[in-house]
């Protein structure tokens, strides 16, 4: 049973910053790949961004520039730094982890950007 724990979401203000991380927990197997995605309310969920057990990354066009992800194989735990955030970035961010077919959700947290 694998279960992912997501931290650091917060209200903060037009070109804040803020830091999110996900523990992953429950297995001794890496993941093929972990990520981020968002969903806004009266929106599909959408990728933020993902990044392979072997370093390669891939982001959303509209975070590209601002957000970073990082991730420890070690420890199966994935963040995701994001800085000059918009009114736009408001969303719940959910971590994901891939392993072979199967899919992984956190329960997600909440990022509020006021304008």
């Known amino acids: 049973q694998v279960q992912l724990v997501e931290s650091g979401g917060g209200l903060v203000q037009t070109g804040g910053s803020l830091r999110l991380a996900c523990a992953a927990s429950?297995?001794?197997?890496?993941?093929?790949?972990m990520g981020w995605y968002r969903q806004a309310p009266g929106k599909q969920r959408e990728l933020v961004a993902l990044?392979?057990?072997?370093?390669?990354?891939n982001y959303a066009d509209s975070v590209k520039g601002r957000f970073t992800i990082s991730r420890e194989n070690a420890k199966n735990n994935v963040s995701l730094q994001m800085t000059s955030l918009k009114p736009e970035d408001t969303a719940v961010y959910y971590c994901?982890?891939?392993?072979?077919?199967?899919?992984?959700w956190g329960q997600g947290t909440q990022v509020t950007v006021s304008s």
């Open positions: 429950g297995s001794i197997f890496s993941f093929n790949a």
């Open positions: 990044i392979t057990s072997g370093g390669r990354t």
């Open positions: 994901k982890a891939v392993r072979a077919v199967s899919d992984y």
